[in-house]
Nanobody, 116 residues
Framework: QVQLVESGGGLVQAGGSLRLSCAAS????????MGWYRQAPGKQRELVAR???????TYADSVKGRFTISRDNAKNTVYLQMNSLKPEDTGVYYC??????????WGQGTQVTVSS
């Protein structure tokens, strides 16, 4: 089992910045990918960014150039630096991990609200 705990969400004005953190604990051997999804009200959950053990990063087109994902393996933590935030970035942001056994784990989510 893997436990993921997110932090760093909040309310920010458009153009502002936030940094999300996701601390992983438990059975971490075998995790190869960590990342962030988000879900806006009335919409499906969508991938925001992910980072592999390579590390290789992938971003949604809507956040390229504004968001940066990184991981600190010593702290078992993944970060999402979000700059130039827009109202359409509003949603619940979920951290996830994927391992070599094809198991996915999810955090409880953290709310990000961007006001116009």
């Amino acid at each position: 089992q893997v436990q993921l705990v997110e932090s760093g969400g909040g309310l920010v004005q458009a153009g502002g910045s936030l940094r999300l953190s996701c601390a992983a604990s438990g059975s971490l051997v075998g995790i190869n990918t960590m990342g962030w999804y988000r879900q806006a009200p009335g919409k499906q959950r969508e991938l925001v960014a992910r980072i592999t053990s390579g590390p290789r990063t992938t971003y949604a087109d809507s956040v390229k150039g504004r968001f940066t994902i990184s991981r600190d393996n010593a702290k078992n933590t993944v970060y999402l630096q979000m700059n130039s935030l827009k109202p359409e970035d509003t949603g619940v942001y979920y951290c996830y991990s994927h391992d070599y056994f094809n198991e996915d784990y999810w955090g409880q989510g953290t709310q990000v609200t961007v006001s116009s």
